[in-house]
T-cell receptor, first 113, second 116 residues
Framework: QKEVEQDPGPLSVPEGAIVSLNCTYS??????FMWYRQYSRKGPELLMYTYSSGNKEDGRFTAQVDKSSKYISLFIRDSQPSDSATYLCAMSASYSSASKIIFGSGTRLSIRP | GAGVSQSPRYKVTKRGQDVALRCDPI?????LYWYRQALGQGPEFLTY????????KSGLPNDRFSAERPEGSISTLTIQRTEQRDSAMYRCASSLVGEGTADTQYFGPGTRLTVL
């Protein structure tokens, strides 16, 4: 069993829809939770991070962590065609010092105009 | 430089040859990471350095893989006696680790390695 599980999709939704992306994890040591966005032929770029249970909002994006269920989510409101990319959940055991990141396999998202 | 750079961007080699992949991190970044990313998968951790010290090499698949960062800046990932299963995108990331701040890793464009 992988430490981080993520539905690979692909997921296709119409412009303006709310998108929900999810991951589950098995390692209780994970303390730092991230979402990366990766456009085709590019490296991953950090979209959001959080290190506590609950919600964190940044513009149209909301990251949600439920440590008791070992479940994290990313919500995208008013989705735009420019949001079309692969979204990778990621986590590590530390947020304030260097630590390896464990990534999910990524969900390919396509927003239809 | 403005971001993490990697060279070469593409490398095609024959099975059994050695390859060296280079990573130049963002200036001043203390930590440097190597990941391998297969098509349709997320990056898989290989190893990381703080300054010149290799802190964790638990992700290196076998002893054909090694990495160094002798002066705490540029790093080289070396794969000896390459095999076809080594074909992948190899990504480097760097981060500026500070006390009590979130450690954000910035990724380079990657080196696409193809072993024939």
């Amino acid at each position: 069993q992988k430490e981080v599980e993520q539905d690979p999709g692909p997921l296709s939704v119409p412009e303006g829809a709310i998108v929900s992306l999810n991951c589950t994890y098995s390692n209780s040591a994970f303390q730092y939770f991230m979402w990366y966005r990766q456009y085709s032929r590019k490296g991953p770029e950090l979209l959001m991070y959080t290190y506590s249970s609950g919600n964190k909002e940044d513009g149209r994006f909301t990251a949600q962590v439920d440590k008791s269920s070992k479940y994290i989510s990313l919500f995208i409101r008013d989705s735009q065609p420019s949001d079309s990319a692969t979204y990778l959940c990621a986590m590590s055991a530390s947020y304030s010092s260097a630590s390896k990141i464990i990534f999910g396999s990524g969900t390919r998202l396509s927003i239809r105009p | 430089g403005a971001g993490v750079s990697q060279s070469p961007r593409y490398k095609v080699t024959k099975r059994g040859q050695d390859v060296a992949l280079r990573c130049d991190p963002i200036s001043g970044h203390v930590s440097l990471y190597w990941y391998r990313q297969a098509l349709g998968q997320g990056p898989e951790f290989l190893t990381y350095f703080n300054y010149e010290a290799q802190q964790d090499k638990s992700g290196l698949p076998n002893d054909r893989f090694s990495a160094e960062r002798p002066e705490g800046s540029i790093s080289t990932l070396t794969i000896q006696r390459t095999e076809q299963r080594d074909s992948a995108m190899y990504r480097c990331a760097s981060s500026l680790v500070g006390e009590g701040t979130a450690d954000t890793q910035y990724f380079g464009p990657g080196t696409r390695l193809t072993v024939l």
